[in-house]
């Protein structure tokens, strides 16, 4: 059968494609320009460059002050700052809203929001906007850092985003995402907020790599937030270090939470979770290493939990958890559970406090351990216990309790308790 190549020539011959060819050229930029602004230069501000600008142009800004706020950038342009340029919001006004798709946003200071009671302000806001890059900024006093809302396919990395917040009520997060997708948050510097990260309805996004500390509540905040995964962050020293709540699918992998101290702290609390992965993560003194509340069908293995208060305390509404070849290393509790109805697993862990023996020389405890001690549960009932804590009165209270347990719960064991510290690099 011969293929017949004359209807395709007469279509290539055609008005109607020649049109078309016209549409596509007049729509795609020959070539992208560069418009460059400085004090000197023809173009001297950042919203004038703008309205000048075309899709796929580059905006070049020099170093120097720039006395700008309420930039409106709605064009797909490059926006990219030279020797740092510093764009002041007087602590007045918002500074950069992006609300086209395509921006790419690098190198600027961007400073002095200013804190409101009556709007969210934020250095730079990106409101519907799609496959957008911010990188390589410095974000300082700027009320909200980085606010994305309804956007999705982009990148946020390598920012430092700074605060000064004094009062929760009065302050806003470093980097603020809600309903959005498909984010990737890394190699960020974030503290001195309310929140270093705050997710709200957000999907499909890799949180790596970033440092958040000093905030006033959480080193990262999320809810209902499903199939996200957090890798390689350290949240030190803040209100307390992680709040999960609501979500589900969630992957928690080689992360630090340290020092995270106060009443109420805790390096991660887990609240109505499903079906999550924390793997490999350092939990190194925090008042409490993991909080979980209604979390079910999670996988708790080779973590460090090292000085903790609690190292990890389980609530009510717990089931299907697994908790295997974790090393728990000098907590003062390594294990307070409060259900009455127990299936999680505790096998497989090293306990700094276990003494038993392995005569048959495997590696494994021949005793199972039971890590909730008694003590535990009066300090739980009655606070001010603690002062007893180094005392002959505890040890003799946890001993007994040991030989015939009573208050503490019988099915919460390590029925194969490790004799020396989990390597978890073999």
Not at 17 to 42: D, N, Y
Not at 221 to 241: K, V
Request: hydrophobic share 40%.
């Amino acid at each position: 059968m011969k293929f017949c190549f004359r209807p395709i020539i007469r279509f290539f011959k055609s008005r109607e494609f020649v049109f078309a060819l016209a549409l596509l050229g007049s729509a795609i930029p020959l070539s992208a320009a560069t418009l460059e602004v400085c004090p000197t230069c023809e173009i001297q501000s950042i919203g004038a460059a703008i309205e000048a600008a075309k899709a796929g142009d580059r905006i070049l800004v020099n170093g120097g002050f720039y006395k700008e706020g309420k930039i409106f950038v709605d064009k797909a342009v490059e926006l990219i700052g030279r020797d740092f340029p510093i764009l002041g919001g007087q602590n007045k006004t918002e500074i950069i809203t992006v609300t086209t798709n395509g921006v790419h946003i690098e190198g600027f200071q961007i400073q002095n929001v200013g804190s409101s009671y009556t709007e969210d302000r934020a250095g730079i806001r990106l409101r519907r906007v799609k496959n957008f890059s911010i990188k390589n900024n410095k974000l300082l006093n700027t009320f909200f850092g980085i606010y994305l809302e309804h956007s999705s396919d982009g990148v946020i990395s390598n920012n430092e985003v700074f605060g000064k917040a004094v009062q929760e009520m009065s302050s806003g997060n470093a980097i603020h995402l809600w309903y959005c997708k498909n984010v990737k948050v890394e190699h960020n510097h974030v503290k001195g907020h309310r929140d270093g990260i705050y997710f709200e309805f957000v999907n499909n996004c890799l949180i790596s790599n970033n440092l958040s500390e000093n905030n006033l509540r959480y080193g990262l905040h999320f809810m209902f937030s499903d199939d996200d995964e957090y890798r390689l962050n350290t949240f030190r020293n803040n209100g307390a270090g992680v709040a999960v709540m609501f979500s589900r699918r969630i992957q928690m992998l080689e992360n630090i939470f340290e020092e995270n101290w106060g009443a109420s702290s805790y390096g991660l609390l887990l609240k109505e979770i499903n079906d999550a992965q924390i793997r490999d993560n350092d939990f190194i003194e925090n008042t409490v290493g993991i909080q979980v509340e209604g979390s079910n069908r999670i996988s708790y293995s080779r973590n460090l939990f090292r000085q903790n208060g609690w190292a990890v305390k389980m609530r009510g509404g717990c089931l299907d958890n697994k908790v295997l070849e974790n090393n728990f290393i000098g907590n003062t509790f390594d294990l307070a559970a409060f259900s009455g109805h127990n299936n999680n697993t505790f096998d497989g862990n090293y306990w700094s406090e276990y003494a038993g023996y392995d005569l048959d020389r495997d590696g494994i405890g021949d005793v199972p351990y039971r890590p909730v001690k008694l003590f535990n549960y009066v300090v739980n009932q009655t606070p001010e216990a603690i002062v007893l804590m180094r005392s002959l009165f505890v040890d003799i209270i946890n001993f007994s309790e040991k030989v015939s347990p009573v208050f503490t719960p019988a099915d919460v064991l390590d029925n194969a308790p490790k004799m020396k510290k989990i390597d978890f690099k073999m």
